[in-house]
């Protein structure tokens, strides 16, 4: 069955109207008509199934015919921080996000990243990937959409991640360095007894140039231990796409 994004709360209402930009989206491009039924999602946190009820040129109708909570992401939260490469390999990686569950997209500037200033990337840009969002969501059937953080720089991400409570942090980095992927996790995943469960996992994953040797420095200098994913090195996506669902897997996340 189709699903659609309904970008406002519902409430008690027993009907909806469908107008411009949704209106076209639905009724013009998908082709639903008058006794068609589909599920809208909304950000109240529930999805809805619902039936053109009446329809004209400019708006449609809709009955609410039944009401269901949608499912939450489960913890803990996976926060993917990726230093902007090309803009067809982010808008990839945003899609195949948020299929695979990520919660928080953190996009950032470091000295090797596409973009060189936050100021360079436009409105239109972040309404851009917002609508990349909202199309991966209806597709995947997800309850919630994934949030797509303001650019910011290199310095700032450190600081989230390094005061963020009950969290892990994995810093992908294709460099030598001892401590693979297999080995961090589980050193990271055996809490103590007594020890609060982690909440938010933090990915940081570099640009089509990596990280230059201060930026590497500074992690190492906050304690955020640099971790490599195996002798070959990955392009963009590769790396955030295997990161997600190797942690999904070892979180136990893509459990029903």
């Given at each position: 069955?189709?699903?659609?994004?309904?970008?406002?709360?519902?409430?008690?209402?027993?009907?909806?109207?469908?107008?411009?930009?949704?209106?076209?989206?639905?009724c013009d491009v998908c082709r639903?008509?008058?006794?068609?039924?589909?599920?809208?999602?909304?950000?109240?946190?529930?999805?809805?199934?619902?039936?053109?009820?009446?329809?004209?040129?400019?708006?449609?109708?809709?009955?609410?015919?039944?009401?269901?909570?949608?499912?939450?992401?489960?913890?803990?939260?996976?926060?993917?921080?990726?230093?902007?490469?090309?803009?067809?390999?982010?808008?990839?990686?945003?899609?195949?996000?948020?299929?695979?569950?990520?919660?928080?997209?953190?996009?950032?500037?470091?000295?090797?990243?596409?973009?060189?200033?936050?100021?360079?990337?436009?409105?239109?840009?972040?309404?851009?990937?917002?609508?990349?969002?909202?199309?991966?969501?209806?597709?995947?059937?997800?309850?919630?959409?994934?949030?797509?953080?303001?650019?910011?720089?290199?310095?700032?991400?450190?600081?989230?991640?390094?005061?963020?409570?009950?969290?892990?942090?994995?810093?992908?980095?294709?460099?030598?360095?001892?401590?693979?992927?297999?080995?961090?996790?589980?050193?990271?995943?055996?809490?103590?007894?007594?020890?609060?469960?982690?909440?938010?996992?933090?990915?940081?994953?570099?640009?089509?140039?990596?990280?230059?040797?201060?930026?590497?420095?500074?992690?190492?200098?906050?304690?955020?231990?640099?971790?490599?994913?195996?002798?070959?090195?990955?392009?963009?996506?590769?790396?955030?796409?295997?990161?997600?669902?190797?942690?999904?897997?070892?979180?136990?996340?893509?459990?029903?």
């Amino acid at each position: 069955m189709r699903r659609y994004w309904y970008p406002e709360a519902v409430g008690e209402q027993t009907h909806l109207v469908l107008e411009e930009e949704l209106f076209h989206h639905i009724c013009d491009v998908c082709r639903q008509g008058q006794g068609s039924k589909f599920e809208l999602i909304s950000p109240d946190g529930f999805s809805r199934l619902v039936e053109i009820e009446q329809l004209n040129k400019r708006q449609a109708l809709l009955k609410i015919l039944s009401t269901q909570k949608s499912k939450a992401l489960k913890p803990p939260h996976i926060h993917l921080c990726i230093s902007l490469p090309k803009l067809p390999t982010f808008e990839s990686v945003l899609e195949k996000s948020v299929e695979l569950g990520v919660a928080h997209i953190h996009p950032f500037i470091s000295d090797f990243s596409f973009f060189k200033s936050a100021q360079k990337v436009s409105e239109d840009r972040m309404e851009r990937w917002q609508r990349i969002v909202v199309s991966a969501t209806q597709q995947s059937g997800r309850g919630e959409l994934m949030q797509v953080h303001p650019v910011v720089n290199f310095e700032n991400i450190v600081d989230q991640m390094h005061r963020a409570p009950a969290s892990m942090c994995l810093f992908a980095y294709e460099g030598s360095t001892p401590l693979g992927l297999k080995s961090y996790l589980t050193r990271h995943l055996a809490r103590p007894e007594g020890e609060a469960s982690i909440q938010d996992v933090w990915l940081v994953v570099g640009s089509e140039g990596g990280f230059s040797d201060s930026e590497v420095f500074e992690m190492k200098s906050r304690k955020l231990e640099p971790v490599t994913m195996g002798d070959q090195v990955l392009r963009v996506e590769t790396a955030c796409i295997s990161l997600v669902s190797v942690l999904k897997y070892e979180l136990g996340l893509m459990e029903a």
